[in-house]
């Protein structure tokens, strides 16, 4: 049905015969999600709310994905460093957990409706999967310091492009996480940085 949202559905194995075959699928890499749109009197056209509407929520799904990749490393952290990390880790983990709010809260803002759920983020971010194989401090920070420098690279070009969209104050949201994800990618990379 048009204007909801349309999570595909299993298929293969995951059916089982005599059921109704429309069925929600578990694999969150097949999630599609079909964008809603409603009325609002914010002053931007259609076309540019809803660009920024999909990049937004492109970027709530990196900045949740981020956020549970965090965590994944604030529990699972082992070494001669594992308190300072833990701490770090999960500091990191509770911002980003704000920035998905103010992501969400902005597509929302402009009229769009935020895909926010776990499986909508497994499924529309753009960031690698941890690696299961991280266990000393230094894969941990080395793991997350590639994460967070994507994430750092996409949240940039997004400041760039929500400008030349005419909307500022979007801009404004990711160049104050912009700045926070680039210190924090400081706070990681001072762990195993070597001089250039
Ligand atoms: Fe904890």
């Given at each position: 049905m048009k204007g909801q949202i349309n999570l595909i559905h299993a298929t293969g194995a995951a059916k089982r015969p005599?059921?109704?075959?429309?069925r929600f699928t578990t694999m969150a890499s097949r999630a599609k999600i079909k964008a809603r749109h409603f009325s609002t009197h914010?002053?931007?056209p259609p076309s540019a709310r809803e660009q920024l509407i999909d990049m937004l929520n492109d970027h709530l799904a990196d900045a949740f994905d981020l956020m549970s990749q965090t965590k994944q490393a604030h529990w699972n952290v082992k070494g001669k460093d594992f308190y300072s990390l833990h701490l770090l880790f999960d500091e990191a983990a509770g911002e980003l957990a704000e920035f998905v709010d103010e992501l969400a809260e902005r597509a929302v803002s402009l009229g769009g409706y935020a895909t926010g759920t776990a499986r909508m983020a497994a499924a529309n971010s753009a960031l690698p999967e941890y690696p299961t194989d991280a266990v000393d401090c230094s894969d941990h920070v080395r793991a997350l310091v590639e994460r967070f420098g994507l994430f750092a690279s996409r949240v940039r070009t997004a400041i760039d492009a929500a400008g030349e969209m005419g909307d500022q104050s979007t801009a404004d949201l990711y160049t104050e996480i912009s700045r926070a994800i680039d210190k924090r990618l400081w706070f990681l990379e001072a762990h195993v940085q070597r001089e250039a």
């Open positions: 005599g059921r109704d075959s429309r914010i002053d931007l």
